[in-house]
T-cell receptor, first 114, second 114 residues
């Protein structure tokens, strides 16, 4: 079974630039999550999708972050404009049935904002 | 809402020694509990999970954890560690109902010395 695919693996941008990350979940997984992991901290949920609808985006900084999941499969997370404090690893995860009981994580995208 | 506290940010041990990584949680509702491992530049891999039933949970790579409801703890143990166990370990909690959002602790860096 293929895992959660994310790209790119690494990205370096200057502050105020924009950036986008892509995630392809495990086939058949209805729920998709985006997490932000700042160095030295645990992952923090940014947004949760159930199919192509948003379940929870309470911790997404909506003035600069946006996410979409067209057709209930792939998802993109965008930051515009980026700030220095956005430097982090962005992890995508997916699970069946909207439950965290069997969430599988991708390898993440490491973003460095300079 | 749930929260997780990992009591040790770093744990150094010698190879073949036993190890315990401590995790306490807070929740007003029933919970599911998880331990994830993160190797350098990798995503999160599920080690084990407690959903219900036996309070002693066995996971991959020889790890086990015990759910203690009265002490609100879910400590991770391994009787004999190997160099390859060097990694960051995250305890996570989710409510057993509703959106079941995963909330992570700050992580414990386990370093195995030869």
């Amino acid at each position: 079974e293929a895992g959660v695919a994310q790209s790119p693996r690494y990205k370096i941008i200057e502050k105020r630039q924009s950036v986008a990350f892509w995630c392809n979940p495990i086939s058949g997984h209805a729920t998709l999550y985006w997490y932000q992991q700042i160095l030295g901290q645990g992952p923090k949920l940014l947004i949760q999708f159930q199919n192509n609808g948003v379940v929870d985006d309470s911790q997404l900084p909506k003035d600069r972050f946006s996410a979409e999941r067209l057709k209930g499969v792939d998802s993109t997370l965008k930051i515009q404009p980026a700030k220095l404090e956005d430097s982090a690893v962005y992890l995508c995860a997916s699970s069946l049935e909207g439950t965290s009981r069997a969430a599988f994580f991708g390898q993440g995208t490491r973003l460095t904002v300079v | 809402a749930q929260s997780v506290t990992q009591l040790d940010s770093q744990v150094p041990v010698f190879e073949e020694a036993p190890v315990e990584l401590r995790c306490n949680y807070s929740s007003s509702v029933s919970v599911y509990l998880f331990w994830y491992v993160q190797y350098p530049n990798q995503g999160l891999q599920l080690l084990l999970k407690y959903l219900s039933g036996s309070t002693l949970v066995k996971g991959i790579n020889g790890f086990e954890a015990e759910f203690n409801k009265s002490q609100t703890s879910f400590h991770l143990r391994k009787p004999s560690v190997h160099i390859s166990d060097t990694a960051e370990y995250f305890c996570a909690v989710s409510g057993a109902q509703g959106a079941q959002k995963l909330v992570f602790g700050q992580g414990t860096r386990l370093t195995i010395n030869p």
